[in-house]
């Protein structure tokens, strides 16, 4: 996956994925502050997710 430090280029980039992949995708942060996209995981708590195809919300922000 690609690193993101842009939070709104990171949230494009979900939104584009799900749209091109037909499915949820999510910004994650790591650790070391830097964002990752991938598809939605139910284990990992992400801070903007794509809950349908180009469509980005904000309710599973999480507080890190």
Known sequence: ?????DIGAAIEEAAWLAFVHKKPHCVYQRFDGVMEVKP???DLS???TTGSPGIVTTEYRCAS
């Open 1 to 5: 996956m690609t690193p993101f430090t």
């Open 40 to 42: 939605a995981h139910p």
């Open 46 to 48: 992400p801070m903007y």
